[in-house]
């Protein structure tokens, strides 16, 4: 994710291709389970498709021309540590969303893990800029948002649907991602403190956080996005299969 959130679908994308990679190191006998496995799975549900793919040109576009040379530039401007520091921090800002849907999946070790993270990053840690609950503890937070707490609770994802500048989507995934806005911390601070004076002021200075997170999350490795759809015949397809399958596995577990 959840994830302007681009950020959301290269992380997604990420993780698919690691565990693909896990998979051809598997024994061949494995590695059969596996594909068999993979191939019992439901098939995208696309009714929008002409849509979806309209949608899919445009943030294509947008990570190649906007995302990833801003994100090389950051790079280039700004040293690594800083850069992983940032990605800490907001990572360390949105427990209270992962915390929240652990506890609504009664996942009690997931939300142990959110607190004791929280407690160490934001006290050692110095607000969350240093990971030390994983470089000292070995502690990793978890990656619950709201999408996966309702597929638990029953209600089906529903079509495939990619929205603007966010990207891969479901239906159920949309109203998800809403959830998750209102628990990060911007939805207190910026009416709170900040206090836009319209609607679209505060909805911009969220955008505007959003697209600095995309930004710096890509410049760890801005080249990721292309690599991984250069050989695909469809990209399109691609990443929607892509996205659906590492979302089911994240509600099924």
Not at 165 to 171: L, R
Not at 193 to 207: K, N, S, V
């Amino acid at each position: 994710m959840h994830h302007l959130c681009l950020c959301v679908l290269l992380a997604s994308l990420c993780i698919a291709c690691s565990s693909t990679a896990k998979r051809a190191s598997l024994p061949p006998s494995a590695a059969v389970a596996a594909s068999e496995e993979e191939e019992a799975e439901p098939e995208a549900y696309d009714p929008w498709e002409g849509y979806n793919r309209k949608v899919h040109a445009f943030n294509d576009f947008f990570v190649r021309y906007l995302v990833t040379p801003f994100a090389k530039g950051w790079a280039v401007i700004v040293p690594g540590f800083v850069r992983k520091g940032l990605t800490n921090f907001f990572t360390w800002a949105y427990t209270p969303g992962r915390l929240v849907n652990n506890l609504l999946q009664a996942k009690i070790h997931g939300a142990g893990k959110e607190v004791c993270a929280f407690l160490i990053n934001g006290t050692v840690g110095m607000l969350g800029f240093w990971n030390a609950a994983h470089d000292v503890f070995a502690l990793d937070t978890t990656n619950e948002d709201t999408n996966q707490t309702l597929g638990k609770w029953g209600i089906q994802e529903g079509p495939y649907f990619e929205l603007p500048f966010i990207g891969p989507n479901t239906v159920r995934g949309t109203f998800g991602f809403v959830a998750d806005i209102f628990m990060q911390p911007q939805a207190v601070i910026i009416p709170v403190y900040i206090r836009p004076e319209t609607l679209w002021q505060r909805a911009a200075i969220i955008a505007g956080i959003y697209a600095f997170r995309a930004m710096n999350n890509t410049s760890h490795d801005p080249d990721a996005y292309e690599n991984l759809v250069r050989d695909a015949v469809d990209p399109y397809s691609f990443i929607r299969d892509i996205y659906l399958q590492n979302m089911r596995k994240n509600v099924a577990d």
